[in-house]
């Protein structure tokens, strides 16, 4: 079984494909993006049934304050992930192999230095981080030994943003899903021998961790070397200098900076928002909003598809090519979001259940239910929107767009909440994301009109 992945990883899923894909061909590189993006809550999941098998409340608390840490730290760098995508697939899309390899070298290279920065810097990191979050002394003494351990694939960890960036906009999504699932395997068996079999806590769970990234980053290098081959890595090497091009991708990393934060904030604000409602209100919200993330990791499939064939049409300099890439990932984004829609509303009927024994908690949960199901169809067009102008690089059309709706969620937020309680709470989520996707949607023409005009 494991040949079979390797063979799969060393395949090249999308090399034929033409510069605005089929319908069948966008649903094909979709569904594995999707499957990948659920990766990343499941190894969470595994960290959390492992140590809650401990009968240890505080080791949970512990990995939760831990990784909070290691999401606020790796956030600085998601430019690795938002950007590189789109730069390889507009130098795919008419630029060369040369500039496709410089596409990926340097976010690389940004990648290794800001790791190693990172281990230089790891005891002000920790004493900072756990300074400013304050846990309970015996909570800390445990986030700091799992901090201590993950800390070390930091290296590993940036560069496999860049490294599945740069599959992603080359279009092997399947190569993407399948590194994925053989780092979540891994971590699970990892954080099973060393948890439970050898006995190392919260610690071992650092290490499963570190170990598996690691490891997934050194199975990307072995898949791009699969595509290019070393000696055009080593010649594009003494071709990355140049200003231009890192201060493009230095700004777009400011850009999606204050775009994620604004984002990260408003769902700070919602939460804070619940809580003000009581404990069991803030409870239910916090059930219901696990269930939201999840549809939003199955609402990025068609984004991304958006993000790499509308960039390669964009490097090709085709704007019909970039028009048909966006219809056809219109109508299957508008399509696939009212199929999650429908599931959310027979979801449930199970999912609260399964959840928590708590019939009250059930009950309140189950009222707010509803916008659950009526939020997938417009959030959509918010993320359908942020691929296509991601890869087309217009990372400040994101930018301002946000500021613009997050203005308008916070006067809405507070109106609302008074007028109508929970359902108000909700209400303002669904008002931030209609704007984010109104404002990208009239941003649109000037993005199309641009693309193939000299200049």
């Known amino acids: 079984m494991l040949f079979s992945c390797l063979s799969a990883l060393s395949m090249s899923d999308t090399a034929a494909s033409p510069l605005a894909p089929s319908a069948r061909h966008l649903i094909s590189f979709a569904v594995p993006v999707m499957l990948a993006a659920l990766a990343t809550p499941l190894m969470g999941l595994v960290d959390t049934a492992v140590l809650a098998r401990l009968g240890n409340p505080v080791a949970l608390a512990a990995v939760a304050v831990g990784g909070s840490i290691f999401n606020v730290v790796y956030w600085c760098f998601s430019f690795l992930r938002f950007t590189t995508t789109g730069l390889v697939a507009q130098a795919a899309g008419g630029q060369g192999r040369e500039a496709v ?20 810097l790891q005891q002000p990191i920790a004493w900072l981080a756990l300074h400013l979050l304050a846990p309970p002394a015996e909570v800390a003494g445990l986030a700091r030994q ?9 290296p590993f960890t940036l560069l496999a943003y860049a490294q599945f960036a740069w599959l992603l906009g080359l279009g092997h999504s399947r190569q993407v899903m399948l590194l994925q699932v ?15 079999g050898l006995g ?89 909003l696990q269930a939201f993330m999840v549809c939003v990791s199955l609402l990025d499939g068609f984004a991304v598809a958006a993000e790499v ?43 609260l259940p399964l959840m928590t024994p708590d019939v009250q908690l059930q009950r309140m949960a189950a009222t707010f239910w509803p916008w659950l199901v009526v939020l997938p169809p417009v959030c959509i067009w918010a993320f359908f929107w942020d691929g296509v102008f991601m890869g087309a690089m217009r990372t400040r059309v994101l930018r301002n767009g946000m500021l613009l709706s997050f203005a308008a969620y916070v006067p809405a937020l507070w109106l609302l909440q008074h007028a109508l309680g929970n359902h108000g709470i909700w209400a303002a989520l669904l008002v931030l994301m209609a704007m984010r996707g109104l404002l990208l949607t009239l941003a649109w023409p000037a993005l199309r009109d641009g693309v193939g005009q000299p200049g």
């Open 101 to 120: 390899v410089l596409a990926g070298l340097r976010p690389m290279l940004a990648a290794l230095l800001g790791g190693i920065g990172l281990l230089l």
């Open 146 to 154: 799992y901090f201590d351990a993950r800390i070390w694939s930091a």
């Open 182 to 196: 053989l780092m979540n395997v891994l971590n699970a068996a990892l954080a099973i021998s060393f948890v439970s």
């Open 200 to 288: 190392w806590g919260v610690s071992g769970a650092g290490w499963a961790t570190a170990i598996s990234e690691a490891a997934a980053s050194l199975l990307a290098g072995w898949v791009m070397l699969r595509q290019v081959p070393w000696p055009q890595w080593r010649a594009a090497w003494h071709r990355l200098g140049g200003m231009a091009p890192w201060r493009q991708l230095f700004a777009a990393n400011l850009d999606i900076m204050v775009r994620t934060l604004l984002l990260t904030v408003s769902f700070a604000l919602m939460t804070r928002s619940g809580a003000q409602l009581g404990t069991l209100t803030l409870a239910a919200n916090q059930l219901l």
């Open 309 to 351: 064939y509308g960039a390669r049409a964009i490097g090709a300099g085709s704007r019909a090519a970039l028009m048909l890439v966006v219809r056809r990932c219109g109508w299957l984004s508008l399509g696939w979001s009212s199929l999650l829609a429908l599931a959310m509303a027979l979801l449930g009927l199970f999912y």
